[in-house]
């Protein structure tokens, strides 16, 4: 029996067309195209319509497993599959950050027969954005030390008070909290710093939020810095940090056209996390693809209570935005993990404990439900799933009003999620889907704080440390208590515990600390233990990522 090639195998192997020709399918003409080699280019601004007639399907997931759940496969199958059955939709998705290449995943660009393609490049510095993005936020941090330095023209700034925290795209640990200025008054005013990750930064927020340059700007002269002795409010615009921010942003805001591994057309734009940042791809990107195609497949990171939730409550009320169809996936390993089955025998079919583990994504579909969203639950299939573990799953769903599609993308392309692709717009074209958010803008901080806990988590109440108790009040005096709020918490659960799988109940939550992004226009409460700066596992994927001789890069998936 033939052995099934890895995804860059694959992707290797794929008939990759230029960029032009894809391009072409859009209608955009080859002057608006800014290349990066043969295979990648620029999208200009001009390209997005500000009442785009697309429609809208945001693609998210159950809470996921170490086991990985395929929700960028399915949304990238369900993007061929879509154009497979004759409509023309287009993929827009994020971009990969180095951290989980290098620390986890190892990849971030679909599997199997459902990925994006360059992949190489994809998954490795792509069109720089990253970088640009790292460079903007690193700016400001050294125009900030460089202030506190000078006694001439300084703003007053009490470093004790800078809440601004440089940036870099990998997972490393050790940067965390950091001092910086050490060895003499030659390099700078000794502090406490700390890094986050890239993906994490409050200008990749900014990015993926901005509608164009004039609004990126805006928004970058909105980031709060500190606070001056006299305990004055410090902002980037007082440093005059934006233009030369911006300036450095200047190409990472134009959205990158890609292709599928069945030429169809695909918008990277944008790379933040959904556990500890916003999780979701640009505004313009969004918009663009709905001006240019008449589906949009979209996807919000982790689970639905996070990425989902993060959608709709920053990004949709944020630029009007709202989906016209929402797709769950789910896979059988995982509800077996939820149901409390070991790994070591999650392959063996087992229909009781995906009944038992089902709670998990009853949920996730009862959370996207609240939003007054029907969604269509995307099984993605595994060679180890059967029938009858599948028919569990169609049972319950059928009992939640929901319709479940088993996609073998992964294996088929396009042709695998045909099914699913028809469902969907079923769904669409029935024109239930009426989005409304769970609380509003004039809500306070800790109101929107405990309708997120109590009605998306399930948790009875919200805590708070005396440290975060403290910082609700400097939000109300920096005028950001109308602002949403952006939880950090842990992927794995639907707690602030993530040993706590399925759907727990009888637990609160806990906000240790809050982080202010002024300029992304939201409040980041952090919950238990999760941090914006990640560290590698014990054997990270960089252990078996290389290059031969030829140039043949091996061990991405």
């Known amino acids: 029996m033939a ?88 993929a827009v998705l994020r971009e990969p950050s ?42 400001l941090s050294a125009l900030i030390d460089n202030n506190i330095q000078n006694k001439q023209y300084n703003l007053n700034i009490d470093p004790r008070t800078v809440a601004w925290k440089r940036v870099m795209d990998m997972n490393d640990r050790a940067l965390r909290q950091i001092i910086v200025g050490i060895g003499g008054k030659g390099n700078g005013i000794m502090r406490e710093d700390g890094f986050n990750i890239t993906p994490a930064s409050e200008v990749m927020a900014i990015l993926c939020l901005s509608n164009d340059l004039k609004d ?105 935005l709202k989906p016209d169809g929402v797709v769950v996936v789910a896979t059988v390993r995982a509800l077996k993990h939820h149901g409390g089955v070991h790994k070591d025998v999650l392959t063996n079919s087992d229909p009781d404990a995906v009944r038992k583990g089902f709670c998990n994504l009853e949920k996730h579909i009862e959370n996207v439900q609240k939003f007054g969203l029907n ?31 088993v996609s073998t993308a992964f294996a088929n392309g396009g ?22 958010p769970l609380y509003n803008l004039t809500d306070s901080i800790e109101h929107k704080i405990k309708t997120i806990a109590t009605e998306i988590y399930g948790a009875d109440d919200v805590e708070y440390t005396s440290k975060a108790k403290s910082q609700i009040a400097q939000i109300t005096k920096l005028g950001y208590q109308e602002l949403p709020v952006c ?16 759907r727990p109940t009888g637990f609160n939550v806990t906000v240790r600390e809050f982080e202010f992004a002024g300029g992304a226009g939201f409040v980041i ?13 014990a054997i990270p994927s960089a252990e078996h990522i290389d290059i031969n001789d030829d140039g043949k890069i091996v061990g991405l998936s």
């Open 3 to 90: 052995t099934f090639p890895s995804d860059i195998e694959i992707a290797q192997n794929a008939q990759i067309q230029h960029i032009k020709h894809i391009a072409e399918k859009l209608n955009i003409i080859e002057d608006d195209l800014e290349f990066y080699g043969k295979y990648k280019a620029k999208l200009p601004l001009h390209l997005q319509k500000e009442k785009p007639g697309g429609k809208l399907i945001l693609v998210t997931a159950l809470s996921p497993t170490r086991y990985g759940e395929g929700k960028t496969t399915t949304t990238i199958g369900l993007t061929d599959g879509l154009n497979y059955n004759g409509n023309k939709a287009i």
């Open 98 to 139: 180095l951290g989980p290449v290098f620390g986890v995943k190892g990849g971030a660009a679909g599997g199997g027969y459902a990925q994006v393609i360059p992949m190489e490049d994809i998954n490795l510095h792509f069109t720089g954005d990253f970088s640009a993005i790292e460079k903007a936020n690193n700016l």
């Open 216 to 320: 990126l700007k805006r928004r970058l002269g909105n980031i709060y810095i500190g606070q001056t002795y006299d305990g004055k409010p410090v902002f980037a615009r007082d440093l005059k940090a934006v233009g030369a921010m911006a300036v450095l942003l200047k190409d990472a805001i134009k959205p990158n056209l890609v292709q599928t591994l069945e030429g169809n057309a695909a918008i990277l734009h944008g790379g933040p996390f959904a556990s500890i940042a916003q999780g979701t791809n640009t505004v313009i990107a969004t918009r663009m693809g709905l001006s240019l195609g008449d589906f949009v497949v979209t996807e919000a990171g982790f689970g639905a209570d996070l990425g989902a939730e993060k959608f709709l409550h920053i990004k949709c009320v944020s630029s009007g």
């Open 375 to 405: 969604p269509v639950v995307a099984i993605n299939a595994f060679p180890t799933d059967t029938n009858d573990e599948y028919e569990v799953i169609k049972e319950l769903c059928a009992q939640k009003g929901v319709k479940a599609i």
């Open 415 to 436: 042709a695998g999620a045909s099914e699913l692709a028809a469902a969907v717009v079923e769904s669409i074209l029935e024109d239930k889907n009426n989005f409304k």
């Open 487 to 502: 939880m950090v918490k842990t992927p794995a659960s639907f707690s602030d515990d993530e040993k706590k799988i399925g």
């Open 525 to 537: 409460p952090l919950l238990g233990d999760v941090m914006r700066m990640p560290g590698l596992p």
